[in-house]
């Protein structure tokens, strides 16, 4: 238990008015490194599956699937979409989705109650940490990530999901910072990706009005930042065409206390139950 709180009414209130808060160096230089070394580490370790990534063909698109829909329990790596980018490690896009349970560097990572304390203080009862991303977004080649709402793909009833996305670089408007949407996250979701019953995916959509594709704000920060992201709010990232890496850590949390649907994409084995930041 804590007995003071650890953001401030300004920026409680800054959260619920805009849906994103920056928090400047909550990680010490030594704790990113920390986490860069060791995605380089895995990078090599998971050497072998590189070749399992996302392919464009049609008979590949079916092995693609099969290896992200069963990636919510493992750690698995996503490479770029074009192949013809590189032909090594850099082309690596991210490394997902259960590092946080699996891996021993990442499942000690960090070692902080004060996200349970700004869990609890944004209204999440009990925590429950439900994906983990390691996103390279590489020099030159890391690809846009298109405008979407979290809950999207972490759909809870009700809506609970929150993205903690921690800066382990410098992410700019140069190398493909993060772009919000202030206020978006009193839209409602616009849609919801599912699984199709089939062995695929797919959106259904839920709004009548598509998201907004202006009013973006870029959400440039040092290392060691941690941002909040309301699982509602519209937010993308462009490519980064810069000689500078953009290295980021985000978890993804929902409330245990809601209902998680059995067609949501990422599903995990009653092996690994899910845990708050504290177990
Ligand atoms: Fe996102």
Not at 27 to 37: A, F, G, M, R, Y
Not at 79 to 95: F, L, Q
Request: charged content about 25%.
């Amino acid at each position: 238990m804590y007995t003071s709180p650890l953001l401030s009414a300004d920026q409680l209130r800054f959260f619920e008015e805009n849906g994103y808060l920056l928090l400047p160096d909550f990680l010490s230089p030594d704790q990113c490194e920390t986490l860069i070394h060791r995605a380089g580490e895995l990078v090599e370790e998971l050497r072998k599956e590189w070749d399992s990534a996302i392919f464009t063909t049609r008979e590949q698109t079916r092995t693609s699937n099969e290896y992200f829909l069963t990636s919510g329990d493992k750690v698995r790596v996503f490479m770029e979409e074009d192949r013809d980018t590189g032909s090594d490690s850099h082309r690596v896009n991210k490394i997902g989705h259960a590092l946080h349970d699996l891996d021993p560097v990442f499942r000690d990572f960090p070692r902080s109650t004060d996200l349970a304390v700004i869990a609890e203080e944004i209204g999440i009862s009990k925590p429950g940490l439900m994906q983990s991303m390691y996103i390279f977004k590489q020099p030159k080649i890391g690809g846009e990530v298109s405008v979407h709402q979290d809950a999207t793909f972490l759909y809870t009833d009700p809506l609970s999901v929150v993205g903690f996305w921690f800066g382990l670089q410098a992410a700019t408007l140069e190398n493909g910072c993060l772009w919000a949407l202030p206020g978006g996250h009193k839209l409602g979701l616009k849609s919801r990706f599912k699984r199709d019953g089939k062995g695929g995916t797919c959106f259904e959509d839920l709004g009548e009005t598509p998201l907004p594709t202006e009013g973006y704000v870029p959400l440039e920060v040092s290392a060691g930042t941690l941002v909040l992201l309301h699982g509602l709010l519209p937010h993308y990232s462009e490519a980064n065409r810069s000689l500078l890496p953009r290295q980021a850590y985000a978890i993804h949390v929902i409330d245990q206390q809601t209902h998680y649907p059995a067609e949501n994409w990422l599903q995990r084995t009653d092996s690994l139950p899910l845990r708050g930041w504290e177990n």
